[in-house]
C-alpha cells in the first residue's frame, strides 16, 4: 500500500521545467495576465508548457499532462490542469461583532483543459466545485459554495501582422488587467471571480492595448446552470501599457499603464438607497524595479452618476519597499500607502465614495473587515526568506476614515452601521503575518494571521476586536 503514495509524493516533489518560449513582443510578465512563476499562473491559461514537446524533458506523469500531442506534428495539443486545496479559517467575534468564533472549513477543486490548434487559435475550459462547512458560517454566497460550476471557457485567436501582435478572446474568463487593487482573480475565494464577454489586445515591443467589454457573472450554489451572466452589472474600457526606457532611471525595469473603463451596474447601492449607477474609472499605474527599490503606484479618478447625483472619487495606492541586499532573495522593507475618498453616502449632495470594480479584497484584511472606500490606511512591512522554501511577511496598519460623516465600509462595501453617526477619524489597527512554506514545487502550504484592534470610530458604534488565522494547503499541477 505504501507504493501508490510514494508515488503521489514524488509527483508533488517534481520539478516543472520552465517553459521555452520565444520572447514575447511585450514582456510577458506586463502583459496583464499577472506573473508565471516556476512555469505556473493564477490564470492557468496564462502558463506555456511547449517544453514538453521533447520526451526528454518529461520527469513523471503529470509532466506528460502538460503536453498532449494530437496530430503527427504535436502542432495540435491539449495542456491537462488542476488544482486542490484545502482551507481553514478561524475568526474571533465575526463581523466585529462580538459573539460565538467562526470555522470555516473549505474544499476548493479545479479541473482544466486547453487545446491549442496550430499558433493562432485555442479553446479552454475550466470546472471548479467549492464546498464550505463549519461553524457560525450563515448562509454561503455562490463564491463559497458551489456544487459545480464553468469557471472559464473560451475560445481565442492571434496572430502578427508586421510588428505586431494582435489577440481577440471570447467566453467566460478572468481578467486582470490592470492594478491588482482595482481588478483581480480574487483568489482568496473558492470560486474565482469571472466575467462574460470579449477582450481584444494589440502588443508592440514597447507598447500595448487591450479592449474589453463584460458582464459579471451571478454565482449560484449547485451545479451547471446557475452560474450565469449577470444583465444587471457590465464591465467595459481600454487597458494600456507602455515599457519605461530603462535609461531614465539609470537600468530601471518600469512599466506605465494608464487605464480608461466604465462600469455600469442597475442595482447600485449606497446608504441604503437602491438605484441605476455608472462610473468611470480614468488613472494611471507605475510599477516595476529601480535597482534595489520596488514600487506600485495607481493614482484613479473615479465619476459619473448614481440615480440623479453626481460622483465624484478618488483612490491612490502608493506600494514601495526596498531590498536590503545585492541578492534577489534578501530582505525587503517597505511601507504602503492608500487612499479611498469617501462622503456623500448618507445624504443627497455629491457621491465620494470610491469603489473598486473587483479589486483584492484581502489586501486590507485578511478578515475582509476592510475596504478603500472612506479609508486612509498606511502599513509598514517586512518580508524575507527564512529558507529557501520559506517566506514570511510582517505588517502593521494604521487605519483612518476620510469623511467623519460617512461611515467604515467592509470588503464587500456595506458600512458598518452606526459608524457614519459617531465622531472620530481613527478606526482600526491591524497587525498582519503570513508564512509560505514551498513543499515541493506543487504543493505549499499558507498561514495567514491577523488581529485587528477596533480604534475610536469602531468602538463608539460598538464594535469589537477581532483575531483572524487561515490556513490552506494546495496542489496544482
Given at each position: 500500500?505504501?507504493?501508490?503514495?510514494l508515488?503521489l509524493?514524488?509527483?508533488?516533489?517534481?520539478t516543472?521545467a520552465?517553459?521555452?518560449?520565444?520572447?514575447?513582443?511585450y514582456?510577458?510578465?506586463?502583459?496583464?495576465d499577472?506573473?508565471?512563476v516556476?512555469?505556473?499562473n493564477?490564470s492557468r491559461?496564462a502558463?506555456?508548457?511547449?517544453v514538453?514537446?521533447?520526451p526528454a524533458?518529461?520527469?513523471?506523469?503529470?509532466?506528460?499532462?502538460?503536453?498532449?500531442?494530437?496530430d503527427?506534428d504535436?502542432?495540435?495539443?491539449?495542456?491537462?490542469s488542476?488544482?486542490?486545496?484545502?482551507?481553514m479559517?478561524l475568526?474571533s467575534?465575526?463581523?466585529l461583532?462580538?459573539?460565538p468564533?467562526?470555522r470555516q472549513?473549505?474544499?476548493?477543486?479545479v479541473?482544466?483543459?486547453d487545446?491549442?490548434?496550430?499558433e493562432h487559435?485555442?479553446?479552454?475550459?475550466?470546472?471548479?466545485?467549492?464546498?464550505?462547512d463549519?461553524?457560525?458560517i450563515?448562509?454561503?454566497s455562490?463564491t463559497?459554495?458551489?456544487?459545480?460550476?464553468r469557471q472559464?471557457?473560451?475560445?481565442?485567436?492571434k496572430g502578427?501582422?508586421?510588428?505586431?501582435d494582435?489577440?481577440v478572446?471570447?467566453?467566460r474568463?478572468e481578467?486582470t488587467?490592470?492594478?491588482?487593487?482595482?481588478i483581480?482573480?480574487?483568489?482568496?475565494n473558492?470560486?474565482?471571480f469571472?466575467?462574460?464577454g470579449t477582450?481584444?489586445?494589440?502588443?508592440t515591443?514597447?507598447?500595448?492595448a487591450t479592449?474589453?467589454d463584460?458582464?459579471?457573472?451571478?454565482?449560484?450554489?449547485g451545479?451547471?446552470g446557475?452560474d450565469?451572466?449577470?444583465?444587471n452589472?457590465?464591465?467595459s474600457?481600454?487597458?494600456?501599457g507602455?515599457v519605461v526606457?530603462n535609461?531614465w532611471l539609470?537600468?530601471?525595469?518600469?512599466?506605465f499603464?494608464?487605464f480608461f473603463?466604465?462600469?455600469?451596474?442597475?442595482v447600485?447601492?449606497?446608504?441604503?438607497?437602491?438605484?441605476?449607477?455608472v462610473?468611470?474609472y480614468?488613472g494611471?499605474?507605475?510599477w516595476?524595479?529601480?535597482?534595489?527599490?520596488?514600487?506600485d503606484?495607481?493614482?484613479?479618478?473615479?465619476?459619473?452618476?448614481?440615480?440623479?447625483?453626481p460622483?465624484?472619487?478618488w483612490?491612490?495606492?502608493?506600494?514601495q519597499?526596498?531590498?536590503l541586499?545585492?541578492?534577489?532573495?534578501?530582505?525587503?522593507?517597505?511601507?504602503h500607502?492608500?487612499?479611498?475618498?469617501?462622503?456623500?453616502?448618507?445624504?443627497k449632495?455629491?457621491?465620494r465614495n470610491a469603489?473598486?470594480p473587483?479589486?483584492n479584497?484581502i489586501?486590507?484584511?485578511?478578515g475582509?473587515?476592510?475596504?478603500?472606500?472612506?479609508m486612509?490606511a498606511?502599513?509598514?512591512?517586512i518580508?524575507?526568506?527564512?529558507?529557501?522554501k520559506?517566506?514570511a511577511s510582517?505588517?502593521?496598519?494604521f487605519t483612518?476614515?476620510?469623511?467623519?460623516?460617512?461611515a467604515?465600509?467592509?470588503?464587500n462595501y456595506?458600512?458598518y452601521?452606526?459608524t457614519?453617526?459617531v465622531?472620530?477619524?481613527?478606526v482600526?489597527q491591524?497587525?498582519?503575518?503570513?508564512?509560505?512554506?514551498?513543499i515541493?514545487p506543487r504543493l505549499?502550504?499558507?498561514?495567514?494571521?491577523e488581529?485587528l484592534?477596533a480604534?475610536?470610530?469602531?468602538r463608539?458604534a460598538?464594535?469589537a476586536n477581532s483575531?483572524f488565522?487561515g490556513?490552506?494547503?494546495?496542489f496544482?499541477?
Amino acid at each position: 500500500m505504501a507504493r501508490p503514495f510514494l508515488g503521489l509524493v514524488a509527483l508533488a516533489c517534481a520539478t516543472p521545467a520552465l517553459a521555452e518560449t520565444p520572447p514575447a513582443i511585450y514582456p510577458a510578465a506586463a502583459q496583464g495576465d499577472g506573473a508565471t512563476v516556476n512555469g505556473y499562473n493564477l490564470s492557468r491559461w496564462a502558463e506555456d508548457w511547449r517544453v514538453y514537446r521533447d520526451p526528454a524533458r518529461r520527469d513523471d506523469l503529470l509532466d506528460r499532462l502538460k503536453y498532449l500531442p494530437l496530430d503527427d506534428d504535436g502542432d495540435i495539443y491539449l495542456t491537462l490542469s488542476g488544482e486542490a486545496r484545502l482551507r481553514m479559517n478561524l475568526t474571533s467575534n465575526p463581523q466585529l461583532i462580538e459573539g460565538p468564533e467562526q470555522r470555516q472549513d473549505i474544499v476548493r477543486l479545479v479541473a482544466g483543459a486547453d487545446l491549442h490548434i496550430g499558433e493562432h487559435l485555442r479553446f479552454y475550459g475550466e470546472v471548479a466545485h467549492g464546498q464550505i462547512d463549519g461553524k457560525n458560517i450563515g448562509t454561503p454566497s455562490g463564491t463559497f459554495k458551489n456544487s459545480f460550476v464553468r469557471q472559464q471557457y473560451f475560445a481565442e485567436a492571434k496572430g502578427r501582422i508586421a510588428n505586431v501582435d494582435l489577440g481577440v478572446r471570447y467566453g467566460r474568463q478572468e481578467f486582470t488587467d490592470g492594478p491588482n487593487l482595482l481588478i483581480s482573480q480574487r483568489d482568496n475565494n473558492t470560486i474565482r471571480f469571472v466575467l462574460n464577454g470579449t477582450r481584444v489586445w494589440a502588443r508592440t515591443p514597447t507598447m500595448r492595448a487591450t479592449l474589453f467589454d463584460f458582464e459579471t457573472t451571478d454565482l449560484g450554489n449547485g451545479g451547471l446552470g446557475d452560474d450565469v451572466p449577470d444583465k444587471n452589472r457590465r464591465f467595459s474600457g481600454v487597458s494600456a501599457g507602455f515599457v519605461v526606457p530603462n535609461h531614465w532611471l539609470g537600468g530601471s525595469k518600469l512599466f506605465f499603464d494608464p487605464f480608461f473603463w466604465r462600469r455600469r451596474n442597475r442595482v447600485g447601492t449606497w446608504g441604503g438607497v437602491v438605484a441605476p449607477a455608472v462610473r468611470y474609472y480614468a488613472g494611471a499605474r507605475l510599477w516595476g524595479d529601480v535597482g534595489r527599490l520596488n514600487l506600485d503606484w495607481t493614482l484613479v479618478h473615479q465619476y459619473g452618476e448614481f440615480e440623479d447625483r453626481p460622483i465624484r472619487a478618488w483612490q491612490a495606492f502608493f506600494a514601495q519597499n526596498w531590498r536590503l541586499g545585492e541578492d534577489k532573495a534578501a530582505p525587503r522593507i517597505g511601507v504602503h500607502v492608500d487612499y479611498g475618498s469617501g462622503g456623500g453616502g448618507y445624504d443627497k449632495g455629491t457621491l465620494r465614495n470610491a469603489y473598486a470594480p473587483y479589486g483584492n479584497n484581502i489586501y486590507f484584511s485578511y478578515g475582509l473587515f476592510l475596504t478603500a472606500t472612506n479609508m486612509i490606511a498606511v502599513a509598514p512591512n517586512i518580508s524575507f526568506n527564512p529558507t529557501d522554501k520559506l517566506r514570511a511577511s510582517l505588517e502593521y496598519q494604521f487605519t483612518w476614515r476620510d469623511d467623519e460623516k460617512d461611515a467604515v465600509y467592509r470588503a464587500n462595501y456595506t458600512p458598518y452601521v452606526g459608524t457614519e453617526k459617531v465622531a472620530g477619524k481613527a478606526v482600526a489597527q491591524l497587525l498582519r503575518a503570513q508564512l509560505i512554506y514551498s513543499i515541493a514545487p506543487r504543493l505549499t502550504l499558507t498561514t495567514r494571521a491577523e488581529y485587528l484592534r477596533a480604534d475610536t470610530v469602531l468602538r463608539r458604534a460598538g464594535y469589537a476586536n477581532s483575531a483572524f488565522l487561515g490556513s490552506w494547503i494546495s496542489f496544482r499541477f
